[in-house]
Structures are given as structure tokens and as C-alpha cells.
């Protein structure tokens, strides 16, 4: 069974910096393509990077690129999101995603 548990959400300050995680069980995560979408109050979602399997090459949404940084640890089975210089903007629920398996999300809310 596929699991995605996402955690390290919360309140941060404008220009601040947080780092999410996601804990992936359940199938090979070394083979596959990851991402992070987010979801903001009243608003679609926005899928905010994707890493890939083999090189680790990575992809952006261009409202963070150049303050975001996508990660994985395959020996872990970990995916990572580094959020640096955050605004009020950013603030959202970040979903782990991999081909229509979400994981529970975590909130993050940046305050001006």
C-alpha cells in the first residue's frame, strides 16, 4: 500500500524559511518521479516542483523559483521541500504527489 505522510508545516514570518518532508512506504520510491503540490484557501492546486528519478533534474513552478529547493533521500525514502524566503503567498496546504496517491498534507502559513 502506498503511503505519502508529509510533516515539518507551520507558521513562519514573512521572508522566513521552512522545510517540509514526505516519508514515502509502500512501493519503489528510488524509480519514481516525485512532486509537491500545494493547494492555497480558496484556490486549485499548483503543482510547485517535481523531482526525477534518475538525475535528480528538478522542475519549478516559476512563482518559487529561485527561493525553493526539491530533494530526495532514496536511501530514506524521503522527499523534501526547502522554502526560503517566504510570503504570504506561499501560504498552503503542501501535498506529497505521485501518480494520484496524495499524502494527508501540511499546512503552511506565512504571516506578513
Given amino acids: 500500500e502506498v503511503q505519502l505522510v508529509e510533516s515539518g508545516g507551520g507558521l513562519v514570518q514573512l521572508g522566513g524559511s521552512l522545510r517540509v518532508s514526505c516519508a514515502a512506504s509502500g512501493f519503489p520510491f528510488s ?3 516525485m512532486s509537491w503540490i500545494r493547494q492555497a484557501p480558496g484556490k486549485g492546486r499548483e503543482l510547485v516542483s517535481l523531482i526525477n528519478s534518475g538525475t535528480g ?8 523559483k529561485g527561493r525553493f529547493t526539491i530533494s530526495r533521500d532514496n ?3 524521503t522527499l523534501y521541500l526547502q522554502m526560503n524566503s517566504l510570503k504570504p ?3 498552503a496546504v ?3 504527489y505521485l501518480n494520484n496517491y496524495w499524502g494527508q498534507g501540511t499546512q503552511v502559513t506565512v504571516s506578513s
Avoid: L, M, Q
Wanted: charged share 25%.
Fill in 31 to 33: 524509480v519514481y518521479a
Fill in 75 to 77: 536511501a530514506k525514502n
Fill in 57 to 64: 533534474r528538478a522542475t519549478y513552478a516559476d512563482s518559487v
Fill in 94 to 96: 503542501y501535498y506529497c
Fill in 89 to 91: 503567498e506561499d501560504t
